[in-house]
């Protein structure tokens, strides 16, 4: 029989509910325990997803024996001190993202789970749906040639109250570190490096985050990605790809992608759909599984020092905005 890992979630919130509903979809994952604040809370989502154990406190999560892997769904300002409780009781940790509110917060964590010798990564599941591996292969083969620019725009109408977690200081609110993280995360993969300079503007909401930037990276030989993200007017969603060789499409929604378009000089579009059922969630922690059971501390696909890397690429952009959260 085949040995399920166990997971834990800690915060019963939105994304950990689809979490939990997409672990039903992998071959490894079973849901073992949630943990909430509210213990009425914990015990009614655990009722949703199969009866997982409830606890009414994120220590008590982390000190349940019968738990592998914690999953750190809280909002972001949370997200180092929640991966540290997990880390600490000697739990591996997927934390969702932005894994930290800042590069600093970053090191800590990843350590933590070194010194520990846990597995740890950041929650970027674009990173690991089956339109995301066969892109990468695309590029890998060299099919539209020199990468020369990228193009993504991540943009959702966010018609909610100042309190809400996107507009939010406290709770680590901005467009930047919710969706910007996306198309920045997606220059990192395709560039396989960080820009070497930053060209941006932003607006800020009257709580004084952003609420809609571009930014524009600049890479060795002139490459280039421009990226726009708005949490104010919504967008295509799209990415786009150019190469000396001609461009990929990775069509609306690229943080979830389920088709591409790759168009080669002097040949018709090739157009690829890879559905598949639930939300996509699965593939990530499938991933998880994989590096588990093969002994892996960090991913291949989403190494820890490139998570860092781009941590460090949204501080240098934050300061040229001038924003800071609490105790930065
Ligand atoms: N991968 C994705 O596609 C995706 C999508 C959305 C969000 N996210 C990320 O996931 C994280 C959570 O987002 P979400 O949309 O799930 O948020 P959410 O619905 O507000 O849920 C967050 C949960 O965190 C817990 N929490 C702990 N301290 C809190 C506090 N002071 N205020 C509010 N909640 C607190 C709460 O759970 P308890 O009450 O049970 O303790 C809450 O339900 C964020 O970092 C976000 O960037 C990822």
Same mark, same amino acid.
């Not at 993202?97 to 800042?102: D, E, R, T």
């Given at each position: 029989m085949t040995k399920k890992i166990k997971w834990g979630i800690m915060g019963c919130g939105g994304i950990a509910n689809n979490y939990a509903s997409d672990l039903a979809f992998t071959k490894y994952g079973q849901l073992a325990a949630v943990g909430s604040r509210s213990l009425s809370k914990a015990k009614k989502f655990a009722a949703q997803h199969g009866g997982a154990v409830a606890y009414g406190s994120y220590e008590e999560l982390a000190a349940?024996?019968?738990?592998d892997i914690v999953y750190v769904a809280t909002p972001h300002p949370y997200h180092m001190d929640n991966t540290l409780l997990a880390i600490n009781s000697g739990k591996h940790v997927l934390c969702e993202?932005?894994?930290?509110?800042?590069a600093g917060q970053t090191r800590r964590m990843i350590a933590a789970a070194q010194k520990k010798g846990v597995f740890l990564m950041e929650a970027m599941w674009t990173r690991f749906f089956p339109a995301t591996i066969q892109l990468r292969q695309w590029l890998a083969e060299g099919r539209i040639g020199k990468v020369l620019a990228v193009e993504a725009d991540f943009g959702i109408h966010f018609r909610v109250g100042p309190e809400h977690r996107i507009f939010n200081p406290d709770l680590g609110?901005?467009?930047? %570190?919710d969706l910007g993280i996306y198309p920045i995360s997606f220059a990192s993969m395709v560039y396989g490096a960080q820009p070497k300079k930053i060209v941006s503007t932003v607006h800020k909401a009257k709580t004084g985050v952003d609420d809609h930037a571009v930014i524009t990276f600049e890479y060795p030989d002139s490459a280039t990605a421009a990226l726009s993200i708005s949490s104010i007017v919504s967008m295509k969603n799209e990415a786009r790809i150019f190469g000396t060789a001609d461009m990929i499409t990775v069509h609306d929604g690229f943080f979830h992608p389920t088709r591409l378009t790759l168009e080669a000089e002097g040949k018709k579009p090739k157009t690829v759909d890879l559905p598949h059922p639930g939300g996509g969630m699965q593939f990530e922690a499938e991933h998880v599984h994989q590096c588990l059971r093969n002994g892996k %501390?960090?991913?291949?696909?989403?190494?820890l020092d490139e998570t860092l890397a781009i941590m460090q690429t949204l501080d240098k952009i934050r300061r040229q905005w001038k924003l800071k959260y609490a105790n930065e």
């Open positions: 349940d024996p019968n738990v993202k932005p894994i930290a509110m800042n609110g901005g467009t930047l %570190l %501390l960090q991913s291949d696909y989403l190494p």
